[in-house]
């Protein structure tokens, strides 16, 4: 089997994986679609959504299309570093014990690691799991373990406030998308998740999606073929350029935003890692829609997952930031002259 054949399978794979999500998960199209963006980009995601929106439920069901091992870890004031990496207790007869934490028990079989609403974690919990993200490993025992074929999913929790703790703008940079995961407002799906029983057992639904479509251990390797396959024009690198740029200045863009000042808005624009993030992203995109080069669809279709939670306001906006990161991207993607 040549390249394109082996790319070919693994994009029908792809494609048959979120056909299968979607068995468990209604009303969520996009966020599916770029969950699996972010699976063959090798990027971790940010979650930010409703509550009870199903956001366990689709990374269930990624988990068991994909294969290999899941992992959910609950984000708590009281959580501590060690706690990811081992845990202790007494055993029956009395003698101290020492077992793996969620982070080692599943060794090198780790695929989706879930950290549901981490800004309840303290700062030095966030900062072991970023490291995990960044190294795919972590020291202990005197010795390094690795999760090679690891994807994080964190949540945060948009609704409370209290005994939370932010996450630091840096960390943030180290998510390759950052999804809204809301409430359905079709009122055919909003009727399906209240009055079809299916949908009201959880377990019943993850147990109709097809386990292990993929090679997961083959992931990282067919993730680099995508990008080695899919190749960028001048103008779409230019036009990328220019896309960078108006994140770090707008108004040279002529980008405005009703009752901001746009040369006061902007702390830092996209890092150097959003970007390159961001065109793994696209390339995804574009190999799933069978192409071999970009084309601006394939970027704009995920700027705005990709730039909206790297582009840092000044202090006076950045209470207004949900407000204004949309604007700003849509802005954005409408000023940029966009390659023909």
Known sequence: MNREEHLQDWRDAALRVETEVRKAVIGQDSVVRLINVALFARGHVLLEGDVGVGKTTVLRAFAR??????????????????DLVYHTYVDAEGKPRIEPGPLLRHGERLTTFFFNEINRARPQVQSLLLRAMAE????????????????????????????TFELASAARDRFMFELRMETPRDPAVRRALVFDTAFHDVDALIDQVAPGILDWQSLNSMAAAIQRSVVASEALERYVM??????????????????????????AGASPRGMSAMLRAARVVAWMAGRTHLVPDDVQAILPSTLGHRVFFTPVYEMRRAQIADALVAQIIEKVATPR
């Open 136 to 163: 795919r490993t972590v020291s202990a025992f005197n010795r390094e373990y690795s999760f090679p074929h690891m994807t994080v999913f964190a949540d945060r929790n948009k609704v409370e406030k209290e005994e």
């Open 242 to 267: 220019d896309l960078w740029d108006a994140s770090q200045n707008p108004a040279a863009f002529d980008v405005r935003i009703d009752g901001v000042d746009m040369k006061k808005l902007i702390l």
């Open 65 to 82: 299309a994909i294969g290999g091992d899941f992992e959910r870890v609950e984000g708590t004031v009281d959580l501590m570093p060690n």
